[in-house]
Nanobody, 123 residues
Framework: VQLQASGGGLVQAGGSLKLSCVASSRTISNNGMGWFRQAPGKEREFVAAVDWRGGTTTYADSAKDRFTISRDNAKNTIYLQMNNLKPDDTALYYC?????????????????WGQGTLVTVSS
């Protein structure tokens, strides 16, 4: 599976961005999907996940009430709507395919990773 993430950019604090991640070469409709991020000098961390149907979502505390993960299986695509962005959200954002259907918070559950899209939030 190849994953292509897009939608990152430079935004002021309080602004919004919507990330997209398109999967190619095979369907992801049976897999949970997740977004992770990695800031300079830090470990890659979980942001949000969605189960295979899009009915169950999970968020890191830092993302709750500000970010929304969703998916469109017909388009083989997942999204991350990010509102009220903060400078601490600055990171490279990665989408990934869960080995199972549920959308795990654990990084080691994800097998395929996109190349990342950079989000920079200025204060």
């Amino acid at each position: 599976v190849q994953l292509q993430a897009s939608g990152g950019g430079l935004v002021q604090a309080g602004g919004s961005l919507k990330l997209s991640c398109v999967a190619s070469s095979r369907t992801i409709s049976n897999n949970g999907m997740g977004w992770f991020r990695q800031a300079p000098g830090k470990e890659r961390e979980f942001v949000a996940a969605v189960d295979w149907r899009g009915g169950t979502t999970t968020y890191a505390d830092s993302a709750k009430d500000r970010f929304t993960i969703s998916r469109d299986n017909a388009k083989n695509t997942i999204y991350l709507q990010m509102n009220n962005l903060k400078p601490d959200d600055t990171a490279l954002y990665y989408c990934a395919v869960d080995l199972g259907p549920s959308g795990s918070t654990r990084r080691d559950r994800y097998r395929y990773w996109g190349q990342g899209t950079l989000v920079t939030v200025s204060s």
